[in-house]
Nanobody, 127 residues
Framework: QVQLVESGGGLVQVGGSLRLSCAAS????????MGWFRQAPGKEREFVAA?????????YNTDVVKGRFAVSRDNNKNTVTLQMHDLKPEDTAVYYC???????????????????WGHGTQVTVSS
């Protein structure tokens, strides 16, 4: 059974930084695309970033990220990281790590393409 556990969220001031981690267990991440999503109160869950773990290739929701976030992975530690800089109040949300059932494949930017989800970690940006 695949389990994903996010950590690293918290309260930060505008312009601050946070580093979110997703620890995966149950299978190696190296053959999968791993994604980060977020959901703010009253809003739909939205795609933030994804990484192809066998190549390290990345893709972002540029409307959200605007060059401020970076996703990376450590296949040896089975973890995926989302480094966030220059945080803004609109970044306040619960951030989720996600993984698909099927390995390899193409980019996955829709939540419907992911099958396993962590419980999320709260990020609050105060002004």
């Amino acid at each position: 059974q695949v389990q994903l556990v996010e950590s690293g969220g918290g309260l930060v001031q505008v312009g601050g930084s946070l580093r979110l981690s997703c620890a995966a267990s149950g299978r190696p991440i190296s053959n999968f695309v791993m994604g980060w999503f977020r959901q703010a109160p009253g809003k739909e869950r939205e795609f933030v970033a994804a990484i192809i773990c066998w190549t390290g290739g990345t893709t972002y929701n540029t409307d959200v990220v605007k060059g401020r976030f970076a996703v990376s992975r450590d296949n040896n530690k089975n973890t995926v990281t989302l480094q966030m800089h220059d945080l803004k109040p609109e970044d306040t949300a619960v951030y989720y790590c996600a993984a698909p059932v099927r390995p390899f494949g193409d980019w996955r930017r829709s939540s419907s393409e992911y099958d396993y989800w962590g419980h999320g970690t709260q990020v609050t940006v105060s002004s």
